[in-house]
């Protein structure tokens, strides 16, 4: 508004300059089709009342000034002819400011042709009362829009005010309860202009809640877990320390051992699933990832495994060409490891293990010769720390490894099944979007 109430009185005192100035030149125009040639020299035709007609005017003084060349015709011979802010116009003609018998004028010259050699100018200079009037007049009918302005100042404030204050409050009672509690603040006073501000700052609470219950869950578990085998470790270690000859110390060792292997297996089962908080994972970043490659790689890892046991580890590849997902190769070879974990765990000896790579759709499949998995726990075991019948009679496994398949292949967009394999054990897939 101010920027348009200023190019406003720009304009109207273009306006005003422009309009007055052209009374000039056309006043000037007037007195140039006057002369006439007679004998070679410039001859004016202008009586006496005619001059006095033209210089009259109530408020302002009028000069003139007819140009034979340098010699004067007609009117005031001392009329500059130069001065400031002068302003040329394209029907022919100056105009521009200048001090004449101790006042600021305005005068405007034309040319009015040649009589033989000598050019004729015609000038007429008028004081500035009349244009100082006229601004002054467009300044009154420009000064209702100060007070729009003061008015347009003062609605802005008190409505950026009425905005302010409820975001305010809202911000009062989210410190306020924060400390106390991360509930949802009630949204039912909020102005529909804040309201989705409000929400997604609920939103963003009810995330961290998650988050920290998640944590809370999972360090309570991860401690119940963790107390059993250190329970265990520390009655073994009485125990040898209490045996009664070397053979029964080195049988406790044993045991010892075996539990230290299943602690540290529980441990890094729990530190790779901390890892994998979905809100922690949004931002991870994939590539391109050769799973056909990957799967010879962790296959080739757990081959000794599998020869302690007794078992056959086989490795399949259904398709031509680069088996290509897009997705973290760590994970997902923390995955497909879990599943070969699993599958030797449950697979008797002389039995066998297949992996299978599939191209199209992109699926990394593991199968055994085990005993299978009850249909009625088909959905529990990939819960945390849930344990197949079979698992919980051997006491192997840490009832993580596939909960961390299943969320691994969840932050892929892939699918996990389990179904029977052709010799009756469990055959676990894990189904990958298409690459391109």
């Known amino acids: ?81 130069h001065g400031r802010r002068q302003r040329l116009y394209a029907e022919g003609g100056r105009a521009f400011d200048a001090v004449y018998k101790g006042s600021e004028v305005r005068i405007a010259w034309v040319d009015a042709g040649a009589i033989g050699l000598r050019p004729i100018k015609v000038g007429v200079a008028e004081t500035m009362i009349k244009r100082a009037e006229a601004r002054h007049d467009l300044l009154l009918v420009f000064s209702p829009l100060s007070l729009v302005l003061v008015l347009a100042a003062y609605v802005v404030m008190r409505a950026v005010q009425r905005t302010v204050k409820p975001l305010e409050a809202m911000a009062d009672r989210w410190n306020e309860w924060s400390h106390v509690s991360l509930e949802t603040i009630p949204t039912d006073e909020v102005p529909r202009e804040l309201l989705p501000f409000a929400t997604a700052l609920n939103d963003m609470l009810q995330r961290v809640r998650e988050v920290l219950e998640r944590e809370q869950r999972f360090a309570s578990t991860a401690a119940h877990q963790l107390r059993t085998p250190l329970t265990a470790l520390q009655l073994g270690l009485v125990r040898a320390m209490e045996a009664p000859d070397l053979a029964t110390a080195k049988s406790v060792l044993h045991e010892l051992g075996v539990t230290t292997q299943r602690t540290s297996r529980l441990v890094q089962q729990l530190l790779a699933l901390s890892r994998l908080d979905p809100e922690l994972n949004k931002s991870t970043e994939f590539a391109e990832i050769d799973f056909g490659d990957l799967a010879h790689g962790v296959g080739l890892i757990y081959q000794d495994a599998a020869a302690d046991r007794g078992v056959k580890l086989e490795m399949h590849k259904l398709g031509s060409g680069p088996a290509l997902i897009r997705g973290q190769s760590e994970l997902v070879s923390e995955a497909l490891g879990n599943l070969v974990d699993n599958a030797l765990r449950h697979t008797p000896a002389g039995g066998a293990v297949r992996i299978t790579v599939a191209c199209d759709p992109p699926t990394l499949t593991v199968d055994d010769d085990g005993p299978g998995v009850p249909p009625d726990e088909q959905e529990r075991i990939f819960e945390r720390f849930a344990r197949g019948a079979s ?29 029977r394999s052709v010799s009756g054990g469990a055959s676990f897939s894990i189904l990958f979007p298409p690459w391109r």
């Open 391 to 419: 698992a919980s009679s051997t006491g192997t496994g840490t009832g993580l490894g596939l909960a961390i398949v299943k969320e691994i292949a969840a932050l892929h967009s892939a699918t996990v099944h389990l179904t």
């Open 1 to 81: 508004m101010l920027v348009g109430g200023l190019l406003s009185a720009w304009g109207a005192s273009y306006l005003v300059e422009t309009t007055f100035d052209r009374w000039l030149l056309d006043a000037a125009r007037s007195l140039a089709q006057q002369v006439e040639s007679k004998d070679g020299r410039g001859h004016l035709l202008l009586n006496a009342q005619a001059e006095n007609m033209l210089v009259y005017d109530v408020a302002d003084r009028i000069d003139f000034a007819v140009l034979d060349g340098d010699e004067r015709m007609a009117g005031r011979a001392d009329l500059p002819q």
